[in-house]
């Protein structure tokens, strides 16, 4: 398992602000610990070479202050806009709200006439069931499982939604 104690001590032990008992503590870490070790040399080297007075002492370019001063100066929220006028702000919330209205419109539109598709055919199938079972007792030749068929179908239709103009003939298992 990866050692931890560089991210808790380490950079404090390096920077000298632990305490003597810390100090102590974390030095014979260090010599037991490869991990902590490497961290630790790794660190110096990098503060010997990076951490120098030259480095430190540079003075950032004038166009870097001037940049750092134009973003900080305003503290406004800034706010991005397709152009500069206010009107453009008006026209993106007007075409989004009208853009949601008219998608709003056309799907209560399709459920509606989902809906009333719906209630045509199941009218139209219970009108077709009841057409054959006039001409089944008008008298025309069909058998009893013809019959028990027909039945089966306007139960079904009553029960379970239409599903003749789909082909599909409807058996009632159970009360066979």
């Avoid at 950079?11 to 305490?19: A, D, I, K, N, T």
């Avoid at 134009?70 to 853009?99: E, H, N, Q, W, Y």
């Amino acid at each position: 398992m990866a050692c931890n104690k560089w991210e808790e001590t380490g950079l404090l032990f390096s920077s000298g602000e632990l305490s003597a008992d810390e100090h102590a503590e974390y030095s014979a870490h260090i010599a037991v610990c490869s991990e902590c070790s490497e961290e630790y040399t790794m660190y110096t080297s990098m503060q010997k070479r990076f951490f120098t007075a030259p480095v430190l002492e540079a003075q950032p370019s004038a166009g870097c202050d001037a940049e750092i001063f134009r973003v900080c100066a305003d503290g406004r929220k800034k706010i991005t806009t397709l152009t500069f006028s206010p009107f453009a702000a008006i026209f993106k919330r007007t075409v989004i709200s009208l853009s949601l209205f008219a998608l709003g419109f056309v799907s209560v539109s399709y459920v509606t006439m989902k809906m009333n598709n719906s209630t045509m055919n199941q009218t139209a199938n219970v009108a077709e069931v009841n057409t054959l079972q006039k001409t089944d007792s008008a008298g025309a030749s069909t058998d009893s499982s013809s019959d028990s068929i027909i039945d089966n179908s306007v139960n079904y239709a009553n029960k379970r939604g239409n599903m003749g103009l789909k082909g599909v003939v409807p058996v009632d298992l159970q009360n066979k």
